[in-house]
T-cell receptor
């Protein structure tokens, strides 16, 4: 079956760096996504990895190791507005279609 | 990014009634839309895949007669919660993917919070 694990909660200080890990077990892997979700709002797309390595986009970077079934999201220069849930999602092939499943999310609290 | 709009954003209904939630892709055509459900402090659970012009594909454990999905056009999918009960109270979110897309990321609607009394 498909399974995604990520920590439930993390706390960090404004201006610091935080790394949110995600491990997954899936067949037919076809890409890993990170989404940000503020309370009561819909998720917004942050990053996408399909090949091994690091993808950098401003203050956010995402890393993928397919052989290890591992990804992390790195947030630099943390701001208060970064307090949110961060969802790791894996896309996998199922027959002729693709599905996207989400991890349980990591709630990040940024303190002053 | 692409815009997906949901309506209503909040709805309160009595137990036993039916509620319809609309999901529209505003600036692109979506042959496939996805319906998710999210309980408080939990992640999104895929309920069904909505295909334009054909029947929806439901995930295991999701009652297709209770959660009716219609995808009548390339820009509109609807989810109808029939004979709603308090346990159906949840945050329902639709999403769609634009094609062609380098990443194939999903764009989400604003979500609809359903409260069944």
């Amino acid at each position: 079956g498909q399974n995604i694990d990520q920590p439930t909660e993390m706390t960090a200080t404004e201006g610091a760096i935080v790394q949110i890990n995600c491990t997954y077990q899936t067949s037919g892997f076809n890409g890993l996504f990170w989404y940000q979700q503020h309370a009561g709002e819909a998720p917004t797309f942050l990053s996408y990895n399909v090949l091994d390595g690091l993808e950098e986009k401003g203050r956010f970077s995402s890393f993928l190791s397919r052989s290890k079934g591992y990804s992390y999201l790195l947030l630099k220069e943390l701001q208060m507005k970064d307090s949110a849930s961060y969802l790791c999602a894996v896309r996998y092939a199922l027959g002729s279609s693709y599905k996207l499943i989400f991890g349980s999310g990591t709630r990040l609290l940024v303190r002053p | 990014g692409a815009v997906v709009s949901q309506h209503p954003s909040r709805v309160i209904c009595k137990s036993g009634t039916s509620v319809k939630i609309e999901c529209r892709s505003l600036d692109f055509q979506a042959t496939t839309m996805f319906w998710y459900r999210q309980f408080p402090k939990q992640s999104l659970m895929l309920m069904a895949t909505s295909n334009e012009g054909s029947k929806a594909t439901y995930e295991q454990g999701v009652e297709k007669d209770k959660f009716l999905i219609n995808h009548a056009s390339l820009t509109l999918s609807t989810l109808t919660v029939t004979s709603a009960h308090p346990e159906d109270s949840s945050f329902y979110i639709c999403s769609a993917r634009t094609l062609p897309s380098n990443t194939g990321e999903l764009f989400f609607g604003e979500g609809s919070r359903l409260t069944v009394l």
